[in-house]
């Protein structure tokens, strides 16, 4: 379903950005989105978390709830393990952490959220967004963390 939804998004964004030649600003995007969950409200059965960096708002992260309900948040979750991490989030995510300490804390969460979740998969997948540097992308397994 997200995948779905992710596909329409990225054709309205390109077909409404080809006059500018720009990158899309985070909140548009993530505006769109929100107006795919309101169009299709009681249909969709998904949530979403959009984030990014544009030369407007800088990095930015939105949680988008099944409800359409568009959040800006410093730091968001989801997933069938993310309940069992929040704790573990509230007490050690702070803002501005170097990046060697933000990967060890996104590997930490998210392998305790694995542990806990046996509908998680075995794949950690992180992403890396650094301001207007394409994202570098990290796959690690739950055994090399252990």
Known sequence: MTAMIKSR???IIEYSLCPMHEPPLVYRSASLFRDIFRENEGNIKAAMIIAGW???KGNQVY????????VRQNCAL?????S??????DKEWRSN?????CMEFMKTALSLAMARD??????INIGVMETEKP????????????
Do not use: C, W
């Not at 952490?97 to 300490?101: A, F, V």
């Not at 046996?118 to 794949?123: D, E, K, P, R």
């Not at 994202?135 to 963390?145: D, P, W």
């Open 97 to 101: 952490m170097k990046r060697e300490d």
């Open 63 to 70: 949680a988008l709830p099944s409800n359409g309900v568009l």
């Open 54 to 56: 544009d030369r407007v």
């Open 9 to 11: 998004d990225n054709q």
């Open 84 to 89: 069992y991490i929040l704790g573990y989030v």
């Open 78 to 82: 989801g997933g069938s393990g993310s």
């Open 135 to 146: 994202m570098e992308k990290h796959i690690f397994t739950q055994q090399e963390l252990l």
């Open 118 to 123: 046996y509908a998680s998969g075995g794949l």
